[in-house]
Structures are given as structure tokens and as C-alpha cells.
């Protein structure tokens, strides 16, 4: 019986390491030519930076696990409403942080958000050490607030510097290697911090992720480069839409413009709009539900954050290895499949309230809001905006993401039972409901994008100055048309 209890205890760490040894063996290979020393450098710059963007989830979605941990001192509206307001700041921030990011470089906005991340996580660990439970919606609205600013810098950097890094051909496969990496945050936010909440006081689970974010800080400073040539390699041209663009940085004013009427770029950013709503209705409130309908001993709650981490090795690297190989490097038809999936999983769900089916259903889920957000913010931002432009780019898609989120954060707060009515899972039967019709528009855009790909800039000829963006051109090209 002991030895039984010890493999129960194993078995969720060995199915990860399967997984991500199965994905790493299977993983097509594409070869432009790097030479090995350039690709030994490369792995010190992206692992580093890719492990901190994991640990800023830790310091995001702990949230959810000290709800679960604080029981009736934060209900459902209270975390809807601190959910809400942090996912509007995050959204809204990427209209200086892009632009920032793209001025500062990735290095420079990565370090500064992990540190302003930390600083939060601290904070709020704090409040809870001195009491300020009474006054948690308005006390946590602030500080989560202040960390989902500072959090914004992470997808933006982290784009930004692989764009240097990666060429158009390789950005597709590569994003299921790193999808490994970014997937991890979910397991350290959901099980590592599960972890902390029952063997140590609940402001731990503040306190321990701002302590890694500052390790890794230290680690981006020693080693992460914003290009090849700050690192003693030479730059090489990496077929986005900066190719040949070798003229002065535009304002932010002049590229946010061209984005905000780029057909593409408006319809990717509508996709992810309905990915952050579809995305953090299964992840948040699931487990939520899981707790609040007494099935958190069953094998899906309990592993939570490793199913998710699993799913978004798998859904990223099956996106991203298909995108490339049978799509051409093109995103579209990705994020129509899986948004297919999605609707007929949202579909489905109503039916499984009270079966263990429905938390296999969920990571399923999970595994295409994942595939779909890593192939459009993670790839299709640095595909479209272009080395030059990506900070902008990701600060547009990505901020619709967490608008999205938002939207879903206020409203299930106010939809979804509290109290003795949600301890029945058939009072829930509006979570799956909202979220068929946002699937269906998500399928709907996704197939608008079949036939999408970037194409380089173009110079005017005679003059010294870059031809205005145009829809379709500097953005996507003439290839790009919708």
C-alpha cells in the first residue's frame, strides 16, 4: 500500500517528463544553417528568459490559489472584481509598454517587469501578513493592479528579443519547444503554489514566487541579448515584416495607426480577445469549481497546474510543428482547427456536469486556447509587427487578450452561484453557455486568416525614407491579404 501511495505521489511528475521527452524526440528539426556555437548561444538566451516568463505566471495566477486558500474572506464577486481590474490594467499597459518595449529593447522590459512583479508579490504578501483581509477587494484591486502592469512587460519582451533571434521559418517549431517553458508557469502557479498554501501561512504564496523572479533577474542581467550582434554574432535577416526595413524607428503614434487599420492585425487581435475570455474561463474557474462543488481529491483538480502545463506543451508544439510543416509558416488555419475543438468542447461541457469527464474535457480545452494563444501572441505578433515593430504588435494582440479576460472576469463573477448554491454543479450551467458563442466567433476570424503571410517592407524609390505602412503590406504583404 505504501509503495502504491508513493507511485500515486510520482505519477503526475513522470507523465510530464514523458511528455516533454515525447515532444522533444518528435520534434521536427529545421535547419538554416546556424552554426553550433550560434545555437548554444541562443539556448542561453531564451532558456533564462523563458523560465522568468514561467515564474511571472506563478506570480499571476497565485491568485487563484490563495482565493481557494482564503475561502469566505474572498468570494466569487470579490475575485471576479480584483481579477477584473488587474486584467484591465495588464490590457491597457501595453499602450505605453509596447512602445516602450520597442524602444528599450526586451532585456531592459524584461528585467524591469520581473522586478516590479516582485516587488507586488511582496506587497501583497504583506497585506496579508498585517491583516487587511476586512478590506481585500479594495487592497488586492490595487496591488494585483500594480502587478499585472509590471507583468505586461513579459509577453512583450519576451517576443521581442526572440524576434532577433528567429527566423520566420523557425519561429513556428521553436514556439513548441518554448511552449514547454511558458506552459511550466502554469504548473508552478496552480501546484507549486497549492503546495505553499497548505504546508506554510498563505502570504508564502506571495512571497516565494518574488524571491525566484529576483533570482531570475539577475540570471536575464548576466545572460540575455537583445540581437545576435550584442552577443558576437552576426544579425541575419529573418523574413517577418521588418525584412529590408532598414530605416529610422517610426513613432509609436505612426505604427499603433497602421496596426489599428491593418485587417490582419485587427482581425488576430479579435481572435485573441475571445482566446483571453475562453482562456481564463476554463483555467480560472474550474478549479474554483472544483473547490466550491467538492471534487478537489479527484485526479484533474488535484494536478491542476501539471494537466495544464501537459496540455500547453502539447497544444504549442502540435500548433506550432503544423503551422510550419503543413501550413507553410501560416497561423490562420491553426487557430481555425482549434478553435473548432473549442466550440465542440464548450458544446459538450453541459453535459458532463457531476463526471470526471469534465475535467478531462477542460485540459483538452486547454490545450487549444494554448495552441491558439501561442501561435498568434507568441508567433504571428513577430511574424506581422516585424523585429522593428513587434513590441507594439504583441502590445495590441496581447492587450486584447487580457481585455477579453477581463470581460470574462466580471462577468462570471456576477453569473456564477456563491455560496450553498454553487456547491451544485447544476447551477453552473452558464459558464459552458457563454462561452459556445464567443468559440463560434473565435472559428468564425480564425478561417477569415486561412491564407495569411507576412511579406518584407518596401522602399520608395529615390528617397531616403520608408514607404508609409499600408494594410496588407508592411504588416502582411501582398500575401497577407484578408
Same mark, same amino acid.
Not at 511558458?182 to 504564496?205: C, M, R, T
Not at 550582434?229 to 529573418?238: E, H, K, N, R
Not at 469534465?358 to 494563444?373: A, E, K, N, R, T
Given at each position: 500500500?505504501?509503495?502504491?501511495? $508513493? ?5 503526475? /511528475? ?7 521527452? +515525447? ?8 535547419? +538554416? ?32 490559489? =490563495? ?40 532585456? $531592459? ?7 516590479? @512583479?516582485?516587488? %507586488? ?19 488586492? =484591486? /490595487? ?8 507583468? =505586461?512587460?513579459?509577453? !512583450? ?25 511558458? #506552459?511550466?508557469?502554469?504548473?508552478? &502557479? ?14 508564502? !504564496?506571495?512571497? /516565494? ?24 554574432? @552576426? ?15 517610426? #513613432? ?19 481572435? *485573441?480577445?475571445? %482566446? ?10 474550474? /478549479? ?34 503544423? #503551422? ?18 473549442? +466550440? ?17 474535457? !477542460?485540459?483538452?480545452? %486547454? +490545450? ?11 508567433? $504571428? ?40 448554491? &454553487? ?10 453557455? !457563454? ?31 520608408? @514607404?508609409?505602412? *499600408? ?12
Amino acid at each position: 500500500m505504501a509503495l502504491l501511495n $508513493a507511485f500515486k505521489q510520482v505519477l503526475p /511528475i513522470l507523465l510530464l517528463l514523458a511528455v516533454i521527452s +515525447l515532444i522533444l524526440v518528435r520534434l521536427p528539426k529545421v535547419d +538554416l544553417g546556424h552554426s553550433a556555437a550560434f545555437k548554444k548561444r541562443r539556448l542561453l538566451n531564451w532558456l533564462p528568459l523563458g523560465l522568468t516568463y514561467a515564474f511571472l505566471y506563478m506570480g499571476r495566477y497565485n491568485l487563484t490559489v =490563495s482565493k481557494n486558500a482564503l475561502g469566505d474572506a474572498m468570494s466569487n464577486s470579490d475575485f471576479g472584481t480584483i481579477f477584473f481590474w488587474g486584467t484591465i490594467v495588464y490590457g491597457f499597459a501595453f499602450v505605453i509598454n509596447g512602445p516602450l518595449t520597442d524602444r528599450i529593447g526586451g532585456r $531592459a522590459a524584461m528585467l524591469l517587469g520581473a522586478t516590479g @512583479a516582485a516587488i %507586488s508579490n511582496i506587497l501583497m504578501g504583506f497585506a496579508l501578513v498585517i491583516g487587511m483581509k476586512q478590506h481585500i477587494v479594495l487592497t488586492f =484591486s /490595487i496591488l494585483y493592479g500594480a502587478n499585472m502592469y509590471f507583468q =505586461s512587460f513579459g509577453a !512583450v519582451s519576451i517576443v521581442k528579443v526572440n524576434a532577433g533571434w528567429f527566423h520566420l521559418r523557425e519561429r513556428g517549431t521553436f514556439g513548441g519547444i518554448f511552449g514547454i517553458l511558458i #506552459s511550466l508557469g502554469l504548473y508552478f &502557479a496552480y501546484d507549486w503554489s497549492e503546495i505553499i498554501v497548505k504546508n506554510a501561512p498563505i502570504y508564502w !504564496v506571495f512571497f /516565494i514566487p518574488a524571491i525566484i523572479l529576483m533570482v531570475f533577474v539577475a540570471l536575464d542581467f548576466l545572460f540575455v541579448r537583445d540581437n545576435p550582434s550584442d552577443a558576437g554574432f @552576426a544579425d541575419f535577416d529573418l523574413a517577418d515584416a521588418s525584412s529590408g526595413d532598414t530605416g529610422p524607428q517610426l #513613432s509609436a503614434w505612426t505604427v499603433g495607426k497602421a496596426m489599428l487599420t491593418n485587417p490582419i492585425i485587427m482581425t488576430i487581435a479579435a481572435i *485573441e480577445f475571445c %482566446s483571453g475570455f475562453l482562456r481564463n474561463s476554463v483555467m480560472q474557474w474550474y /478549479i474554483i469549481f472544483a473547490k466550491q462543488t467538492n471534487i478537489m481529491n479527484t485526479f484533474v483538480p488535484k494536478n491542476w497546474g501539471l494537466l495544464l502545463c501537459c496540455a500547453g506543451i502539447m497544444g504549442g508544439v502540435f500548433a506550432g510543428t503544423l #503551422s510550419d510543416k503543413v501550413f507553410q509558416s501560416r497561423r490562420g488555419p491553426m487557430a481555425a482547427v482549434l478553435y473548432g475543438f473549442m +466550440l465542440i468542447g464548450a458544446g459538450v461541457m453541459g453535459f458532463l456536469f457531476g463526471s470526471p469527464f469534465l475535467g478531462y474535457l !477542460v485540459v483538452f480545452m %486547454s +490545450l487549444c486556447f494554448i495552441g491558439v494563444h501561442g501561435m498568434l501572441s507568441g508567433t $504571428a505578433s513577430m511574424d506581422f509587427g516585424g523585429k522593428k515593430n513587434v513590441g507594439v504588435a504583441v502590445g495590441l494582440i496581447d492587450g486584447m487578450v487580457y481585455l477579453g479576460t477581463a470581460f470574462q472576469s466580471i462577468l462570471f463573477g456576477s453569473i456564477l452561484p456563491t455560496g450553498a448554491a &454553487a456547491k451544485d454543479p447544476a447551477n453552473w450551467k452558464n459558464w459552458p453557455m !457563454v462561452m459556445i458563442p464567443v468559440a463560434l466567433i473565435g472559428l468564425l476570424l480564425g478561417m477569415r486568416l486561412w491564407n495569411v503571410k507576412p511579406s518584407g517592407k518596401k522602399v520608395i524609390q529615390g528617397s531616403e525614407n520608408l @514607404a508609409p505602412i *499600408e494594410a496588407g503590406e508592411v504588416l502582411g504583404g501582398a500575401n497577407a491579404q484578408i
